[in-house]
C-alpha cells in the first residue's frame, strides 16, 4: 500500500511538474506574440509623417495618423478592436482574452541624442506618460511601466533617431486556474522612416 501511495504521489507532482512548464511555455510564447503584434503595428506608424514639413526636409510625425496606422495594423494581425480610450479589445481569435492596454511617447528630432528615463503608468483604461527625465547624451531609452503600484522594469533600448515609443500590458488568466495571472509588459522602438 505504501508504494502506491507513493507511486500516486510521484504521478501527481510529475503532472504538476508539467503543467507549471506547460504554463511557463504559454506564458512565453503570448508574451512574444504581443510584443510582435505591438512592433509590427509601431513600424507601420513610424511611417506616419507630415508632409509639408516633409518636403521642407523637417522629420516630424503626424500623431494622429500614426495612431490610425497602429490601430488598423492591431486589427489585420492581432484581431483587435481600438476602444478610443486606451486599450484594444481581442477578439475571440485574439492571442488574449483581456484587453491590451497600449501608450505611446514621441521622442522627436532634437531629443532622440540624449538618454532618457520614461516612467509610463496604466491609471484607469489608458497608459500614460507620468516622467521623462533626460539622462545626457547617449541615445538610450529606459522605460519603467506602473501597474497598481507595481514597477515593471522594460529592457533598455537604443534610439538611432526620431522615434515613437509604444508600451503595452496586458493581464491573462493563467492555463492553470489556481496559478497567478499572466502579466505581459512589452515596449517598442521604432525610428521614424522618412
Known sequence: MPKILLALFLHFVLIFSGVMVLDTDVVTGKK???ERLVDNANHHASFALVEELKRQGVIEIDM???LERFHTRMNQNGSFTWDKVGSYIPAPNSITKNNVYVGW????FQQWKNSYDITMTLSG???KTTNM???GTGSVLRAKLVVNGTVYELPPKVMT???LVAVAYVEDPS???RL???IVPVISVQELRY
Open 105 to 108: 511617447q514621441y521622442i522627436d
Open 175 to 177: 492555463f492553470i486556474p
Open 32 to 34: 512574444m506574440e504581443i
Open 180 to 182: 497567478r495571472t499572466q
Open 125 to 127: 483604461a489608458s497608459i
Open 161 to 163: 533617431g526620431p522615434c
Open 64 to 66: 494622429p495618423k500614426a
Open 133 to 135: 527625465t533626460s539622462m
